[in-house]
């Protein structure tokens, strides 16, 4: 009969995939064989089975760990604990059978099961195997449990209560007999069907029992026995050689209820998978989306923001794939994300991948990361595709000033609203901290060196570097020179650094920053980070020669202080799609993209079919060309599709409008119809669709026409601010159009270019200016960095964001104009030169600490 059963599970179910997991604690042989037992049942009908053993030194915690990630392993359906757990410290057994997985609990042993099972909630729980199995065995004998008397002797959770419980809703009349029962033997006499699972060798004699009573004894117990090889056999609880006389039925010991235990297992793991793959559907996340309700006329963003609770964190983070082990919360709406992660799902394909950018902004901003938000919600919440947007932390200009909290708008922001704008999970600070040590490192160095005798500072910086702590490249190059002449040792230590009392600390402490945002962002690993903090140069002595965080011994502190800046913070929008929120380089001075983490494990959780919508800030001609020649060069990931914002009201501005002014009521023609012909034409040979903010239908009208013209693959209104997700449906089936239509990515220009010549390339394919003026300044940097091997670097244009020229009032298409190129600075840990165009400013200091010349 148990083969039949085993038979049937395998014929019934055999197109399933099936996953059991026996977790073991310690190494007793009784365990090993019931472990062996139903790893040879799971590979006779096509499960596959694994077995976890932990040694005996293991402890609760990293008991409850490893349970943990099996429940999170969306291959397993079935996970065993195999009881006892044998290890040298403390365990609570009712602690660890209760962390496994309700739906993978194939056992029944969970309190949440055994809860299910005892409500009579049969067909919404795992019933223990053994009773289940007892159950099976009384409807072979042709037994109808309805209205008969049933005893069950003994009351345990494996057997005794679930055995009552299960006879109990099939109609019988049961009762329980324990250790403490005083009449046993007449409760046994009354029985129709009699379960036994007391753990006492032979105590039910046959005379107790009824005549033709259905037995099924579960206890496997071992007496003395000179007539077998160990001396021992296996007896039952029930006295077998008196009980077959008058019981109509009985199980024997062994070989009844024991393999039935194990059919039933079986069956329950097939049950698990079959109930998972109900609800699963592959390469889909089983995710939960709010459902907005936009009200008219449209409160505020803070009132919006605050009228929808979050979804915890642990939730959305199992929602899209990620284990508890590799999420940090910090919180309940916010939380990191290890870099685990993307080790994990290495071999997971990557899904599409989206970039957002705009037109040249207004001083208000042109959307697009209220676009971003409300396109990843219209893919994921209305059309049913995993969707991730990717956007840069607000920074504090943005939560001061008057553009807002740079998190979206309307009914398209990530939430909670004041977390996200404030302190996040202090990344900012992060970089802040690392900037001021870097800061103070050379005002320590330099008042040292103006103070101290060559003695003294070999021995605070040489003795200990030498003798106590590690010999670094340049130390080993003093240790030549200290051979080949007779110099004291002391001045080897010297970078005779500028005095940077002279230079104001705060301008120095955000250039520095600025770049450490910039190695953040374009990081793909932590050791990479390290690595490009090393090469971060943050002084230059005063016959010129280059001076790094390395050399100064603190490029280990500054990677100490942002390992964990280094890791994408996830949160949620409005509608419950999930959000990476990392790392905040701006568009006019550095490249203005989120992070490339932050994508690339986007684009592992998401899936081949599923969507990562992530941001280019500013106008195209600065984020995105950046996101391009910059970015995709750092993370070899190549878009598929290109989203450019164009608002009516930027177009009427860049079209011979009113200006705008920051914190200022909009002029009146804003509001006004007013058809412009104006639209920017689409750089680089991506796939590109055009998304327009609600305004008049003959001016959407006008705009989609314009656009199609200049080369847009689509042009799509949109209402995504009002509406949410719903608003930019339209957009998001035109990004899954887009998607899928052949295309080629192509950089700007080549990294092998002359410095000026890639420069020039950028202003007038870009920009559309008619040549470059480099100044006295550049002219030199282009010849130094040609020289010091640094010609190959990818080109960041320190621009005005505000306009396609160097000058912010020239607005629409400016034509015939120069780039003025005053001087050009190098990033050498994040990667690139930025020349400096015009007088846009960089906050830093641009001569105190460039090579003398």
């Known amino acids: ?109 969970t309190s949440i099961n055994a809860g299910k099972l005892s409500r009579g909630d049969l067909g919404d729980c795992f019933i223990p195997c053994t009773p289940k199995g007892c159950m099976k065995l009384i409807s072979q004998t042709g037994t109808s449990v309805a209205g008969k008397n049933a005893v069950v002797i003994g009351r345990s959770k494996i057997v005794g209560a679930p055995m009552h419980d299960l006879l109990l809703w099939s109609h019988a009349t049961v009762t329980t007999c324990h250790s403490k029962t005083t009449d046993l033997a007449a409760q046994v006499g009354r029985a129709d069907i009699l379960v036994v699972g007391a753990g006492k060798a032979e105590m039910v004699k046959g005379e107790w029992l009824k005549e033709g009573a259905v037995v099924i004894d579960c206890g496997i117990n071992h007496i003395p026995d000179d007539s077998k090889a160990n001396g021992m056999r296996v007896v039952g609880d029930v006295h077998y050689p008196s009980a077959k006389e008058k019981a109509g039925f009985i199980t024997p010991v062994p070989g009844g209820v024991g393999p039935m235990t194990v059919a039933m297992l079986m069956e329950n793991t097939v049950q698990s998978a079959k109930r998972f793959l109900k609800t699963y559907q592959p390469g889909k996340w089983n995710i939960s989306y709010a459902k907005l309700k936009p009200q008219k006329p ?49 071999t997971q394909p990557n899904g599409k991948y989206l970039v957002v950018t705009g037109i040249t902004p207004t001083p208000l901003g042109e959307g697009t990361t209220t676009t971003t938000l409300g396109l990843a919600q219209a893919l994921g919440a209305h059309l049913h595709v995993n969707s991730f947007a990717c956007v840069r932390q607000p920074s504090r200009g943005s939560n001061f000033g008057v553009k807002g909290g740079a998190v979206g708008g309307g009914y398209c922001q990530v939430i909670p609203m004041e977390e996200v704008s404030l302190h996040l999970t202090s990344d900012i600070q992060a970089v802040m901290a ?54 004291p040792i002391g001045i080897f230590a010297r970078f005779y650094l500028i005095n940077s009392f002279q230079t104001p600390s705060k301008q120095l402490s955000g250039y520095v920053a600025s770049e450490m945002m910039a190695v953040l962002a374009l990081s793909t690993s932590l050791g990479d980070m390290t690595r490009r903090l090393a090469r971060v140069v943050v002084a230059y002595s005063r016959k ?100 450019m914002v164009a608002s009516v009201p930027a177009l009427k501005m860049h079209g011979g409008g009113p200006a705008v002014t920051a914190g200022s009521a909009m002029p009146k023609e804003y509001s006004a119809e007013v058809i412009s012909p104006w639209l ?66 192509n950089f700007l220009y080549d990294l092998e270019m002359p410095i000026d010549d890639k420069i020039r390339v950028i202003a007038k394919s870009m920009y559309g200016a008619d040549d470059v003026e480099l100044l006295p300044q550049a002219q030199k940097k282009v ?71």
């Open 1 to 109: 009969f148990v083969i039949q059963i085993l038979f049937g599970v395998c014929i019934s179910r055999c197109w399933l995939y099936r996953t059991v997991c026996v977790f073991q604690v310690g190494d007793r042989d009784d365990s090993n064989l019931y472990i062996s037992m139903k790893l040879k049942a799971a590979a006779e009908i096509g499960i596959n089975a694994s077995h976890v053993r932990l040694p005996k030194t293991a402890t609760e915690d990293e008991v409850l760990r490893r349970i943990v990630e099996v429940n999170e392993n969306l291959e397993v359906h079935g996970l065993i604990v195999q009881l006892p757990l044998d290890s040298i410290n403390p365990m609570d057994t009712e602690k660890v059978t209760n962390a496994v997985a309700p739906e993978k609990d194939v056992d029944g042993l």
């Open 298 to 346: 449209q409160p505020s963003d803070v009132a919006i923001a605050h009228s929808f609770t979050p979804k915890t964190i642990g939730r959305l983070a199992r929602e899209v794939g990620l284990f508890s082990e590799e999420v940090e919360p910090y919180g309940t709406t916010r939380a990191k994300v290890r870099l685990e992660a993307l080790n994990r799902l290495k």
């Open 434 to 487: 690392a900037s001021s040590l870097v800061v103070d490192t050379i005002n320590a160095r330099v008042l040292c060196e103006s103070t101290q005798s060559d003695k003294v500072i070999q021995n605070i910086i040489l003795v200990p570097i030498l003798f106590g702590l590690s010999i670094s490249k340049p130390i080993s190059i003093m240790i030549v020179c200290l051979v080949m002449c007779s110099r």
């Open 544 to 643: 010129g020669k280059p001076v790094t965080t390395e050399d100064l011994g603190i490029s280990g502190v500054l990677a100490t202080l942002m390992r964990d800046a280094v890791k994408p913070s996830l949160m949620q929008t409005m509608e419950g799609t999930p959000v990476f929120v990392h790392t905040c380089p701006l568009s006019d001075i550095a490249q203005g993209n989120s992070s490339i983490l932050a994508d690339q494990i986007a684009l592992k959780l998401v899936g081949p079919e599923g969507f990562v919508v992530t941001e280019a800030e500013g106008g195209a001609e600065l984020g995105m060309e950046k996101f391009f020649d910059i970015k995709c060069r750092s993370s070899g990931l190549h878009p598929d599709v290109v989203v």
């Open 680 to 745: 920017p034409s689409q750089p680089h040979s991506q796939a590109a669709e055009i998304c327009i903010s609600t305004d008049t239908d003959a001016e959407l009208g006008l705009v989609c026409e314009q656009a199609k013209l200049a080369g847009a693959l689509e042009a799509v209104p949109c209402s995504h601010w009002a509406e949410g997700g719903a608003g930019a449906v339209a957009l998001g089936q035109a990004v899954q159009r887009a998607a899928e239509t052949p295309h080629q990515m």
């Open 783 to 853: 010849a130094l960095f040609s020289k010091q091997g640094l010609g190959n670097l990818p080109i960041c244009m320190a621009k005005t964001h505000l306009s396609l020229s160097h000058d912010p009032e020239r607005k629409g298409v400016p034509t015939g104009f120069t780039l003025p190129i005053r001087d050009i600075h190098a990033n050498l840990g994040a990667g690139f030169l930025y020349p400096l165009v015009g007088t846009v400013s960089t906050g830093a200091v641009t001569h105190s600490y460039e090579p003398a010349q």
